[in-house]
Structure formats: C-alpha cells, structure tokens
C-alpha cells in the first residue's frame, strides 16, 4: 500500500479525514476515536478556525486559532496552555471543517459547536487554571501509586 502524505491527499482529493493522534483539542477531539475532516483553506484564516499545521520538524499539528496577527497567527490547542506564536500561511495545509463523533457528523458552522468555542476558548485564562489543577491532581495521583 502506498503511504500519501496529507498535503498530497489534499492535492488528489481536495479533503482529508483522518483520526487524530494525540490529546491536545480534548474535549472536542478524542484521540483515536473521532474522525477529522480537513479541506484547503480559502484565503486568510479566522479566530478560532484550527488549521492543521506542518511544523519545521515535519510534526503535523491541529490546534485553534487565537489571535489573527498581521503576518502570522497565535494558536492553542484546547487542551493546553502554552501558545504557539509564528505559524504563517505557508505552514498551514488545511482547516478543519467538521469531525465525526459515534456516527454523527458536526460543522464548524453548527450552533453547538460554535457555542462550544466561544465558552472554551473565550474562557482562556479561567481554562488555564483549571488545566494546570487537573494536571497537579494526576501527579499527585501517580506519586500516590509509586
């Protein structure tokens, strides 16, 4: 079977749906288990539209948009606290337009998920707080089992 990378099924197919690695947009994206749908961005990207990245280490990445700046963009992902700064247009490859969640298909555009993002996301510093709390409880926890 031949491997594509996903700017190539981009090119070929103009989407891409694929199952994420890794926990960074919980609770919107559980790993392994929801599908993605990518497509071509057009034009210039928006607060909170989560592009999916290729970093200079060759790391696909799929985190939101923060903050739209002149030259680049601010992003995160949900479920984390540290922000990456200098993503330019060249870096990104797609955006997410919908995901796939136990059968059922979600947009970016419907009214639960843009709900979900302004409640999220617009509580940045209160989501820290508790990120970095839940992150202080499972060490303790692990400390507990050693």
């Not at 891409?16 to 990518?38: A, F, K, Q």
């Not at 607060?47 to 999916?52: A, G, I, R």
């Not at 999220?120 to 050693?146: D, E, H, N, S, T």
Request: net charge positive.
């Amino acid at each position: 079977m031949n491997k594509s990378t996903f700017e190539e099924e981009l090119e070929k197919h103009g989407r891409l749906i694929y199952t994420n690695v890794g926990d960074s947009m919980m609770p919107l994206l559980r790993e392994r288990r929801d599908l993605l749908i990518i497509e071509r961005p057009q034009g210039r990207l928006k607060k909170y539209d989560v592009p999916l990245y290729k970093r200079n280490s060759g790391q696909y990445v799929l985190h939101r948009i923060i903050k739209v700046r002149k030259e680049d963009y601010v992003l995160c992902g949900d479920n984390r606290c540290c922000r990456e700064y200098g993503i330019t247009d060249q870096f990104i490859i797609g955006v997410l337009t919908g995901f796939v969640r136990d059968g059922r298909t979600y947009s970016v555009t419907d009214p639960g998920y843009r709900f979900y993002v302004h409640v999220w996301c617009g509580l940045f510093y209160p989501r820290m707080i508790i990120l970095k709390v839940k992150a202080f409880l499972r060490r303790l926890r692990k400390k507990r089992r050693v």
